[in-house]
């Protein structure tokens, strides 16, 4: 029998357990420890026969309450999807002015839009929409077809130059391939484009060039190379360009024009995704 006495240096009842000498304290577990650990048993046991909690060998013990965080997890994506039903058809029937007063309404729209827009707009018009020669940037405020929503909503429901056949359309002549306009009549006005983004440029061929300018190409740019929406015709003016504004670039595109096509969606995506596209693409920051 092991014998209890007291430590001389701490004041503190020994075990009684000694070893070669060293004698080990008694300091036993507070009991405030003790009890929580009894009650987490208790409460093992609880959790055992309301949860599952036991592995068998073709499933598990499902717990009296038939919990299962699966079919939590069914529950919350039957849930979002009558929400996002009930968003989609308040889409489809609301106006442009209702959706952007709604914010829950524009949130949804926004986030369908910019999910659709990276599935297929993005291959053309960049991941950020901010294009690439050819391709028009859609960030900024400068449009060739309109910057106001609905005209969005039109451009990517029927396409520019596309199959459908309510496309927006234009063209450009081919003034070098098709004869009208000579080689140095086309250096002259692209000369006189070039200065209109250039004010310091002193091409020789700007005077002549202004002329044949007023004789050929007002028409669709306009008197002052502001371009002209309902043809989609650019801005000359700006330092904004569709393809470059190198005067070799200015050249080429008189000489033989390039009549870019964005196909039509029509068809390919629904309405309401359009929709949400035309929101989204408008409030990238160049929406008018
Ligand atoms: C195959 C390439 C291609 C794809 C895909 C494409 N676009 Fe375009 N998009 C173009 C081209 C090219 C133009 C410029 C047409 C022109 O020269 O007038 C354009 C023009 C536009 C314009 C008019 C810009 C302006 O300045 O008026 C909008 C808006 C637009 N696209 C939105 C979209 C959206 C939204 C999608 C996806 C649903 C999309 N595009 C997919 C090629 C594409
Ligand atoms: C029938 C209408 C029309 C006429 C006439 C016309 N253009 Fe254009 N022009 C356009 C359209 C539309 C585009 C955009 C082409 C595209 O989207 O592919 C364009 C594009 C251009 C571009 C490219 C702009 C850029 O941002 O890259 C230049 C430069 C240009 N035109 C110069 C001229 C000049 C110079 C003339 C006269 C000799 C002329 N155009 C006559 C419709 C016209």
Redesign the pocket.
Known sequence: MAKKEIDQHSGIETTGHEWDGLKELNHPLPRWWVYIFYACIVWSFGYFILYPAWPGITGYTAGILGHSNRNEALADVEALKTAREASAKAIATASFDQIRANPALLQFALANGRA??AN??A???GTGATGSP???N?QDD??????KID??FT??RYG?RSTSDQTRQSQMSAFGKDGILKKEEINDVADFVFSLSNPDYKGAGIANGKKIFADNCVACHGDDAKGNQDV?APNLTDKIW?YSGTKEAIVAQVTNPRH????T?EGK?DDITIKS?AIY?HDLGGGK
Do not use: K, Q, R
């Open positions: 659709a827009f297929n707009c291959p053309c018009h050819g391709y028009p859609l400068d449009w060739l077809w309109g910057g005209d969005i451009t990517i520019v989609g569709l870019g096509v964005m196909p969606w995506l596209l693409v």
